[in-house]
């Protein structure tokens, strides 16, 4: 049996129910499975779009994609982990919102001793995602220390990730953010500049911060509210590089805008074709690890709930009360 948090429908934070588990989720793990208890639970944007029906999923559903906790069982074939090992992982299908489940091995990664259950459920959706942006999407003229980036959201889960990486790599990363406290967060994270995007003319700062230049690439998770100004702060053959809607999606453009704006290169990315494999995620997974025991990068937790205070959770999320990560306590 397993206390997990359900949704019915699509709808706001009131549709976030808490149940009892009974079924194969708790079970033994198939082939390529393993059964995790959980220890602690992370907490992301995406957990809202599942919820909202952004995202839609089959219901009713189980959400949450992030966790760390004690490996319990393990499914036949699968040779990276055993019975009593600490793991965390960043996976899907959406379900660890709960205290035990079985899930596809693939995507759950031993965690180092050093890395303590709740770091660990706070960084790897997160940290894996700083990581794919920062060293894997990258502008054709790619990126070399010195050069200047643009992060939106620097203050949140993955932003304050990001501000810490890029610097360890040299990059200059200009980082938006809500307020002028979230700001301090991201300079003391080491942004090279923080811009307050509620109160300044964000593509105007950027202008002047890089002398007229523009950036090389814009790291954009807010989607709608930003998208337009975001096109205007990059250099000529620059990155667009969209990767969440935090303010809603972003509306349909003409690529004829990308050439009259310097001939610019649009992706959209998403962590899960970074981790198709068993090989990719356990590369991304040492990459993290490495920084984090190496003290570049510094995990924030800077809210905890529990389980069942879950509702409470994604209202101060979507109101951008917090900062940093959060996670669910069991
Ligand atoms: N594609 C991928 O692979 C991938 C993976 C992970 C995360 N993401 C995306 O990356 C973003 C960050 O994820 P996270 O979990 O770390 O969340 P987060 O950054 O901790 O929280 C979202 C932040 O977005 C900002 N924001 C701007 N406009 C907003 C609005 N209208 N409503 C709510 N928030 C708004 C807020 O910061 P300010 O108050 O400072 O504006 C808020 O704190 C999300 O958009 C998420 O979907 C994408």
Redesign the pocket.
Known sequence: MSLAIQIRQHGGPEVLEIVEVLDASVGDPGPGEVRIRHRAIGL???DV?HRTGLYPLQLPATIGMEGAGVIEAVGEGVTHLRVGDRAAYASQPPGSYCEVRVMPAMCVCKLPDGIDFDTGAAMM??GL?AQYLLLKTRPVEGLVPGDFVLFH?A?????LIACQWAKALGLQLIGT???DA?CQWVLANGAAHAIN?NTEDFAARVKEITGGQGVKVVYD??GQ?TWDKSLECLRPFGLMAS?????GPVAPFSPGLLGAKGSLYVTR???FTHMASRQSTQAMADALFAVVLGGEVKIHIAQRYALADVQQAHRD??A?K?TGSTILTL
């Open positions: 992301n944007f995406i779009y959706l997160k995602t959201a203050a949140g889960g993955v932003g953010a809500g307020s979230k995007y998770s807010v509210d990767f969440g809607n935090a303010s990315q998403t962590l999320l979507e951008r917090t």
